[in-house]
């Protein structure tokens, strides 16, 4: 497995936005609130998943 991440990268990177039938305020809210984690998230090449409540 390492071995096809040094040849194909990183695989993609997933936000899971968990809050089912909601505005899409709600959802901007969400991601607002979530920024530092977010940046985080994308700043770690070990992580490829991030689930928001």
Same mark, same amino acid.
């Given at each position: +497995?390492?071995? #096809?991440?040094?040849?194909?990268? %990183? $695989? $993609?990177?997933? !936000?899971? !936005?968990? #809050? ?16 530092? +984690? !977010? ?6 090449? %070990? ?5 928001? $409540?």
């Amino acid at each position: +497995m390492h071995d #096809l991440s040094l040849v194909f990268g %990183n $695989p $993609p990177k997933v !936000i899971w !936005i968990r #809050l089912g039938n909601c505005s899409t305020s709600q959802v901007e809210n969400l991601l607002r609130q979530s920024f530092d +984690m !977010i940046t985080l998230f994308y700043q770690d090449k %070990n992580l490829s998943l991030l689930a928001l $409540p």
